[in-house]
T-cell receptor
Framework: DTGVSQDPRHKITKRGQNVTFRCDPI?????LYWYRQTLGQGPEFLTY????????KSRLLSDRFSAERPKGSFSTLEIQRTEQGDSAMYLC???????????FGQGTRLTVV | AQSVTQLGSHVSVSEGALVLLRCNYS??????LFWYVQYPNQGLQLLLK??????LVKGINGFEAEFKKSETSFHLTKPSAHMSDAAEYFC????????????FGKGTRLHILP
């Protein structure tokens, strides 16, 4: 078990471009979460899945953001038409339903220029 | 809806002194409570968690926290600070009834003075 892995670790993109991040959770973890963290702030909840079902998406989240977990294993987070305000660390976490302990990946740092 | 308030965005303690990081939560249902630590340029790591049972929970690296329902608090303590404890600490809460998403506080940066 290698833990939660995220790819890429760093992404620099021009404003207006689309970006996609990938998260591979710990195998057999049925819950998968996406968070965003900016400097000096705590992780902000974006969305989460149980298996392939997206259970909740933050109401503060722009329609430019979409996430999928098609086979209940890895997940992707796509940001369309990126803006400078999207620059942040995007964190993925996974857990086993009933365990209440989420394991975090190292994150993907996005810089929009 | 759950929420967490961490009192003090920065806390400084001398090496060997008591560490106390304050966390108050809001929840209309029985909460699960967590403390996570984040070292520079690293991911979040779970220090300890409270779900049910004993209200004093012990975690890694000598940290412990006590769930006090009457005060809606879950303060983190360590008897003697070490230089290696310098990091960002996050208190978090989730809905215990639904084993729901985890909501984080804004964090407290702990500085250890030599």
């Amino acid at each position: 078990d290698t833990g939660v892995s995220q790819d890429p670790r760093h992404k620099i993109t021009k404003r207006g471009q689309n970006v996609t991040f990938r998260c591979d959770p710990i195998s057999e973890h049925n819950r998968l979460y996406w968070y965003r963290q900016t400097l000096g702030q705590g992780p902000e909840f974006l969305t989460y899945f149980q298996n392939e079902a997206q259970l909740e998406k933050s109401r503060l989240l722009s329609d430019r953001f979409s996430a999928e977990r098609p086979k209940g294993s890895f997940s992707t987070l796509e940001i369309q038409r990126t803006e400078q305000g999207d620059s942040a660390m995007y964190l993925c976490a996974s857990s086993l339903l009933g365990n209440a302990e989420a394991f975090f990946g190292q994150g993907t740092r996005l810089t929009v220029v | 809806a759950q929420s967490v308030t961490q009192l003090g965005s920065h806390v400084s303690v001398s090496e060997g002194a008591l560490v106390l990081l304050r966390c108050n939560y809001s929840s209309s249902v029985p909460p699960y409570l967590f403390w996570y630590v984040q070292y520079p340029n690293q991911g979040l790591q779970l220090l300890l968690k409270y779900t049910t049972g004993a209200t004093l929970v012990k975690g890694i690296n000598g940290f412990e926290a006590e769930f006090k329902k009457s005060e809606t608090s879950f303060h983190l303590t360590k008897p003697s600070a070490h230089m290696s404890d310098a990091a960002e600490y996050f208190c978090a809460v989730s809905d215990g009834n639904r084993d729901d998403k985890i909501i984080f506080g804004k964090g407290t940066r702990l500085h250890i003075l030599p």
